[in-house]
């Protein structure tokens, strides 16, 4: 639930100054609520026995992307290229 804080912070304090901090703290911020909702959907699914073989490796992958994506994303931004996170839904446009 705290993740989604610190790109929302950034995207509120620097909205007016900079617009690519606001595009890419809009972009961080709808990636971590889509790992969010990930997460809430693997933790449903590995509630039940039979769909724990579905929830529990997406959870899983959902964690392994938690951790790389905003590496490679912090890495391609500080380089200058206008990163967007792939296969996720933007809340906040």
């Given at each position: 639930?705290?993740?989604?804080?610190?790109?929302?912070?950034?995207?509120?304090?620097?909205?007016?100054?900079?617009?690519?901090?606001?595009?890419?703290?809009?972009?961080?911020?709808?990636?971590?609520?889509?790992?969010?909702?990930?997460?809430?959907?693997?933790?449903?699914?590995?509630?039940?026995?039979?769909?724990a073989v579905i929830g529990v490796?997406?959870?899983?992958?959902?964690?392994?992307?938690?951790?790389?994506?905003?590496?490679?994303?912090?890495?391609?931004?500080?380089?200058?290229?206008?990163?967007?996170?792939?296969?996720?839904?933007?809340?906040?446009?």
């Open positions: 639930v705290i993740a989604p804080v610190a790109p929302l912070a950034l995207w509120y304090l620097f909205r007016r100054d900079d617009p690519l901090v606001e595009r890419h703290a809009k972009e961080a911020c709808n990636f971590q609520l889509n790992v969010l909702v990930w997460l809430a959907l693997a933790l449903a699914l590995s509630m039940t026995c039979i769909l490796p997406l959870a899983l992958a959902a964690l392994a992307i938690w951790f790389v994506l905003p590496i490679v994303a912090a890495v391609q931004v500080s380089g200058g290229a206008d990163y967007r996170y792939p296969l996720i839904y933007r809340f906040l446009d």
